[in-house]
């Protein structure tokens, strides 16, 4: 019973040494995984972020073209050609941005408008947004999107100053931002959570993969925390990728500027959905390492049983299954080295014993020694006495606990008594006893001087008669 309880803890310290290295090698694992998953999926949020941007600053210089074309053509053929304003006429519908076509005004008052549009009188040339910024350009530019009354669409007026000899005339057009709409949605079709499109003065948001959100105004009392955090980082005039905390968890964000323009383009990942998948490998791998670790100290317990087997086999006596010299030797260097000179070795051997085996036989011989060893084990067990066969008839004992002389005497002679009462009335010809020699720790440095001062005993015993002991 000790020793299966001495293995199952062996067993289960194993266990425990071997499983948290597995764990250990599973969760740095992870870990590595996670972090590369997560580096990748930042680089794809810059590599989707810049192409977008390309996408975007194409159609803005695109859109920026064809109106230059129109001006460079308006500016050859002059305003007093009414052939200008046949050309005008032709850029409705010329291009998805601006359906409107072009229209016109001069610091005079005049206005033509291509798509046939009759201003009121309130109507103030001068006054308008579109004229004001076109002073300021020689070429095509993009002003201040806002949200068309009309449509309800967020478009930006693009304007520049014409070259003419007559009054200051601004050429223009309304560019509607449904395509930059639909790119913020395409884009928020993969791992990407939110994508839109902000001005960089007055934070308006022109596009977004929220529809409701268009035509809001970005700024630190915005519902969203996401939001907040992206104003804040505009605030602080910071662009590139950054991780910010948002509504539901932490998200990557890369905000981008976009040539020929005052928008910056923003696109935000969210931690958790990118790590989404990885959970769901993560627990069946757990799970995996659990039930791998039960495996584990299964065939722990059933490989140490059999290696305890075969090592309790190589220290047994085969005739008597006590241990045998070298299994005896071991755990009394073991105990002597817990508990130092405390304790005392008890060598005996068979007095007579050559009879039994010259008279009657070896086979009796062996019932006699399997019979004496039975005796001695059931004599000493205790839980520090430790009980083996060193050869032929000679065994041993230690007593590993405190024990007093006067103790120890009492104990050997019942054990004499005991020894004759089980062989006298049944080998009486032969007249078995016992003679023992004790050795006590407290007088040995050694397990070889221990055994030493016991040999000598017991050979003193002997000399002086047999069936009797003898203490050093």
């Known amino acids: 019973m000790k020793a299966k309880h001495r293995y199952i803890w062996t067993n289960i310290k194993l266990v425990c040494t071997i499983v948290p290295i597995v764990l250990v090698m599973i969760i740095t694992y992870f870990m590595l995984v996670r972090r590369e998953i997560l580096s990748l999926s930042k680089e794809k949020l810059v590599l989707e972020s810049n192409y977008y941007v390309e996408e975007i600053s194409a159609w803005a210089q695109s859109v920026l073209n064809e109106a230059t074309i129109y001006k460079d053509m308006i500016e050859k053929l002059g305003l007093e050609n009414d052939a200008t304003y046949e050309l005008m006429y032709t850029s409705v519908d010329s291009h998805e941005a601006y359906p409107y076509g072009l229209y016109m005004g001069d610091e005079l008052g005049n206005y033509f408008d291509a798509s046939g549009w009759e201003p009121g009188d309130d109507f103030v040339v001068t006054e308008r947004d579109w004229y004001i910024e076109g002073l300021g350009h ?67 948001i022109i596009a977004d993969s929220d529809a409701s959100m268009i035509g809001q105004t970005l700024s630190a009392e915005n519902e969203s925390m996401l939001y907040q955090n992206v104003n804040r980082l505009l605030d602080a005039e910071k662009t590139g990728q950054h991780n910010i905390l948002g509504d539901e968890s932490i998200y990557f964000v890369n905000i981008t500027t976009i040539p020929d323009t005052d928008w910056y383009f923003i696109t935000c990942m969210n931690r958790n959905e990118v790590l989404k998948d990885l959970w769901g490998i993560e627990f069946p791998m757990l799970l995996i390492a659990v039930i791998a670790s039960v ?178």
């Open 138 to 204: 020689d070429q095509f530019a993009f002003g201040e999107p806002y949200v068309d009354a009309m449509t309800g669409s967020t478009c930006v007026s693009i304007s520049s100053r014409l070259k003419t000899d007559s009054a200051v005339t601004i050429l223009s057009a309304d560019v509607y931002l449904d395509y930059a709409s639909r790119l913020a949605q395409e884009v928020t079709s993969g791992q990407v959570k939110h994508a839109f499109f902000v001005t960089r003065d007055s934070r308006l």
């Open 295 to 472: 495996l584990l100290f299964f065939l722990t317990s059933l490989y140490s049983k059999e290696m305890s087997s075969i090592r309790t086999k190589a220290r047994m006596d085969p005739l008597t299954k006590l241990l045998n010299r070298e299994g005896f030797e071991e755990l009394v260097r073991l105990a002597l080295a817990e508990r130092p000179e405390q304790g005392l070795l008890i060598i005996m051997d068979m007095d007579n014993f050559k009879l039994i085996n010259d008279q009657l036989g070896h086979p009796v011989g062996d019932k006699v020694l399997r019979k004496f060893s039975s005796i001695l084990e059931n004599y000493f067990n205790r839980n520090k006495d430790i009980v083996g066969r060193l050869g032929g008839d000679e065994f041993a004992v230690f007593v590993g606990r405190d024990i007093s002389t006067s103790e120890t005497e009492g104990m050997l002679k019942k054990f004499i008594s005991i020894v004759h009462q089980n062989f006298d009335s049944e080998y009486p010809d032969q007249k078995l006893s016992t003679s023992i020699g004790v050795g006590l720790a407290a007088k040995s440095d050694s397990y070889e001087l221990l055994y030493q001062n016991a040999d000598k005993a017991l050979y003193d015993a002997k000399w002086n008669g047999k069936d009797r002991f003898q203490i050093r």
